[in-house]
């Protein structure tokens, strides 16, 4: 924190809405801490806030965003079912984004709390990079690690035939599982 003046309590969060709602590419907390000159604690309790309050933002690998409401295009989605191994993981997501899908999630089935669901928002190369490296730096494991390599991802492109497409192409090369 430098020695800027802090934004405080409400305005602070109304202020963190609209960078989110400006920003055409994730916020990472310590960015947002940064503008607002107090800690990434705070941060993460103002999301918390503002999630509580129906604010549609959601943490993916690449920092904070801001869903907003698509009027452009009409987005087709569909749930896959893959199974792969770790060393698979940048494999399977440049091929579904080569294809021009993005990866919104990754689901698994966990014995004891259910359905576990991970926001991505992945769409090029270079967030697949960037995914698989924290992933590296923070020696997290991936969520498909729970259940043997097998997981859901739900996946959405401008058409039905993108999504068909990409789904083929993993089906070649023995990653996809199923489709619904």
């Known amino acids: 924190m430098s020695g800027d003046k802090k934004l ?3 305005k602070r969060r109304e202020t963190i809405v609209n960078w989110l709602k400006e920003s055409q590419t994730p916020i990472i907390g310590e960015e947002l801490s940064k503008r607002a000159n107090v800690s990434r604690q705070v941060i993460v309790q ?7 309050k129906n604010e549609p933002i959601v943490a ?3 920092g904070y965003i801001y869903l907003q409401e698509q009027t452009k295009q009409e987005n087709f989605s569909r749930i896959i079912a893959c199974k792969h191994t770790s060393e698979q993981t940048a494999e399977e997501l440049n091929i579904l984004v080569d294809h021009g899908v993005t990866v919104r999630d990754v689901i698994v089935e966990h014995p004891v709390y259910g359905e576990l669901t991970g926001s ?3 769409r090029n190369r270079f ?3 960037r995914f698989i490296e924290k992933v590296s730096e923070t020696n997290a494991s991936l969520l498909s690690l729970l259940t043997n390599g097998v997981h859901l991802h739900t996946i959405e492109a401008d058409s039905v035939e993108t ?3 990409a789904c083929e192409a993993l089906r070649e090369v023995n990653i996809l599982l199923s489709e619904q």
């Open 8 to 10: 405080l309590g409400e």
């Open 163 to 165: 999504l068909d497409t």
């Open 127 to 129: 967030e697949v990079k």
């Open 120 to 122: 991505l928002m992945i």
């Open 60 to 62: 993916t690998s690449q």
């Open 46 to 52: 103002d999301i918390s806030l503002l999630k509580a």
